[in-house]
């Protein structure tokens, strides 16, 4: 089964607003990665946390980690319709070899 | 362009036929992963290395061989393949201590 699970499963907002996912993961972790992906393309790394950190901010991109809970977020705020695409959380734990497991995802749609 | 290069970009197999996707990565990378994304669904790891000479399995090996020769190259072997395995497979690597996975553009594979 998958490590993480975002939700929500898909997030329509205007153009401005800000756009808030959420992510859950079962097991210990050594670190959290969202990654980006527009339709029919390759994932894009955005940010990664370290377990031993709360909040990290990328340009547009703030993404938190509660290890207490085993969740995380990441907020883009001043969103763009170019920011439509699908977004993935992704945990790698420090036992069994580094493997980093994606979680399902949520679309994103931005509308102008 | 520096980067991970995936080969062919599509495929189409009959069942039973068997056939290798090609990987390569010019980053000198130790870390090299195959994921399989089905339609509307986050990514699933097949295997992984940590280096050359060292492989693993992931969430779904059942049906696929790696090696893993030299840094550059992680090709991925489907042995029989089955409609079942109709999925976008993609490559990613990352160094280590390098915060993400630098993933490829895909390979498109249709069983029939």
């Known amino acids: 089964s998958q490590q993480g699970e975002e939700d929500p499963q898909a997030l329509s907002i205007q153009e401005g607003e800000n756009a808030t996912m959420n992510c859950s993961y079962k097991?210990?972790?050594?670190?959290l990665q969202w990654y980006r992906q527009n339709s029919g393309r390759g994932l894009v790394h955005l940010i990664l946390i370290r377990s031993n950190e709360r909040e990290k901010h990328s340009g547009r991109l703030r993404v938190t980690l509660d290890t207490s809970k085993k969740s995380s977020s990441l907020l883009i705020t001043a969103s763009r319709a170019a920011d439509t695409a699908s977004y993935f959380c992704?945990?790698?734990?420090?036992?069994?070899?580094?493997?980093?497991?994606f979680g399902a995802g949520t679309r994103l749609f931005v509308k102008a | 362009n520096a980067g991970v290069t995936q080969t062919p970009k599509f495929q189409v197999l009959k069942t039973g036929q068997s056939m290798t996707l090609q990987c390569a990565q010019d980053m000198n990378h130790e870390y090299m992963s195959w994921y399989r994304q089905d339609p509307g669904m986050g990514l699933r790891l097949i295997h992984y290395s940590v280096g050359a000479g060292i492989t693993d399995q992931g969430e779904v090996p059942n049906g696929y061989n790696v090696s893993r020769s030299t840094t550059e190259d992680f090709p991925l072997r489907l042995l029989s393949a089955a409609p079942s395995q109709t999925s976008v497979y993609f490559c990613?690597?990352?160094?280590?201590?390098?915060?993400?996975?630098?993933f490829g553009s895909g390979t498109r594979l249709t069983v029939v």
């Open positions: 990613a690597s990352r160094d280590r201590g390098v915060d993400g996975y630098t």
């Open positions: 097991t210990s972790i050594n670190n």
């Open positions: 992704a945990t790698t734990r420090n036992t069994g070899g580094f493997k980093t497991i």
